[in-house]
């Protein structure tokens, strides 16, 4: 029996990622004089910002500094948080759906600052269907610790195994995987690898296809 959805939001639920932290990436350190790989900006996603910072300065820090970069991009990327409308990915709204419907509770566990994660489920209009929201800045350890998606689902009072775990990312998958949560994996921009694939329950690269996955399971288990 399922009973909980606990979503990731960036990349899987909207599609931030390619919209915010992709472009500006590439946009603000193609200025500054040195554009940031796309590849290497994909293994970050789903991290701390504490860890994005480090690397993106290990990495890039002989082309410029980090703090300029790290001004620019963040003006950027805040005032697009603020005020601009993230797209759904597909089959998010019709699943979104079905869970209320159902009566399913659903969660976000985000690496993205708890007012930030806000503000973006506020302006793409999925807000109301989120029971319970927990962010990196609330948490003592980030993803791939496992804390954040146990303390969501803890919320709930739910068992681990009523839980569905959705991610896009390698760091989230590990989460799952560490904290011996269901997952399910839907394929984007972030890295994933082997293992992570191997331990989901799927993986898709439509979100939608879990609807009928749920339902068959819930009706299997009924009154079990």
């Not at 994996?185 to 979100?207: G, M, Q, T």
Request: proline share 4%; net charge negative; with cysteine.
């Amino acid at each position: 029996m399922i009973r909980l959805c606990v979503f990731d939001m960036d990349g899987l639920l909207l599609d931030s990622e390619r919209q915010l932290y992709l472009k500006n990436g590439i946009d603000v350190s193609t200025e500054l004089g040195k554009p940031i790989s796309q590849f290497f900006l994909t293994t970050l996603m789903g991290g701390s910002w504490e860890n994005y910072r480090k690397k993106i300065a290990e990495e890039y820090g002989e082309y410029f500094t980090i703090d300029d970069y790290w001004k620019l991009f963040n003006e950027r990327t805040q005032y697009m948080i603020e005020n601009v409308a993230m797209p759904l990915r597909p089959g998010v709204k019709e699943l979104l759906d079905f869970c209320k419907k159902e009566g399913i509770h659903m969660a976000i566990a985000t690496s993205t600052p708890y007012e930030n994660a806000i503000s973006l489920l506020n302006n793409s209009g999925i807000h109301d269907y989120i029971e319970f929201v927990i962010a990196a800045d609330q948490v003592k350890n980030t993803k791939p610790d496992p804390e954040i998606f146990l303390r969501a689902i803890d919320h709930f009072n739910v068992p681990v195994k009523e839980a569905l775990v959705f991610e896009d990312g390698h760091n989230g998958a590990q989460a799952a995987i560490n904290g011996n949560c269901r997952l399910i994996l839907v394929e984007d921009l972030a890295y994933l690898s082997d293992e992570d694939k191997e331990y989901a329950e799927l993986v898709l690269d439509n979100i939608s296809p879990v609807i009928n996955y749920i339902k068959e399971e819930n009706e299997r288990t009924a009154g079990v």
